[in-house]
């Protein structure tokens, strides 16, 4: 099985993380930082909002049950992409919406998603996300990984 990566931040990892996780063909899910200056940084780094990461999931999928496209959408779906450094009451750098691209073709199909809402005028306000190469993903520490879940619940409370 040939596998693939994706990378996204849309704002506290632990939703995001459980919503993509739940996708037939999401393969693997790890939260973690990207995008920032400091080697190896700690949540509490990330949260003073001076190490320039964002809180992202990294997954591995199986291209042949969902494709890059269909990641895409569900990322949209999943938060405000007009929002600058912020996702509901959550305040930031870290929580920035940001797609981190592995390859040309996701780099294309990420720039042609976000075109296309522009285009359509999905959102009310102007697309902030960042499309950005993947630089080095940071795995947060174990108990930030599948949070949710190990407390039983399906979705953050605001």
């Not at 040939?2 to 993380?17: I, M, S």
Request: glycine share 8%.
């Amino acid at each position: 099985m040939k596998t693939e990566k994706a990378t996204f931040g849309a704002g506290c990892f632990w939703g995001v993380e459980e919503t993509f996780r739940k996708l037939e063909g999401v393969i693997a899910t790890a939260v973690g930082y990207a995008g920032g200056t400091k080697y190896n940084p700690s949540y509490e780094d990330v949260c003073t909002d001076e190490t320039g990461h964002a809180e992202v999931v990294e997954m591995e999928f199986d291209p042949s049950q969902i494709g890059y496209n269909q990641l895409l959408d569900v990322f949209w779906s999943n938060h405000n992409p007009t929002t600058l450094n912020r996702q509901g009451p959550d305040v930031g750098k870290q929580y920035r919406s940001v797609i981190f691209y592995h390859s040309p073709e996701q780099k294309t199909a990420a720039e042609s998603s976000k075109n296309e809402l522009e285009k359509i005028r999905r959102f009310n306000r102007p697309i902030v996300t960042q499309i950005e190469s993947a630089p080095k993903f940071w795995r947060a520490e174990e108990y930030h990984q599948r949070y949710l879940e190990k407390r039983g619940q399906t979705h953050c409370a605001i």
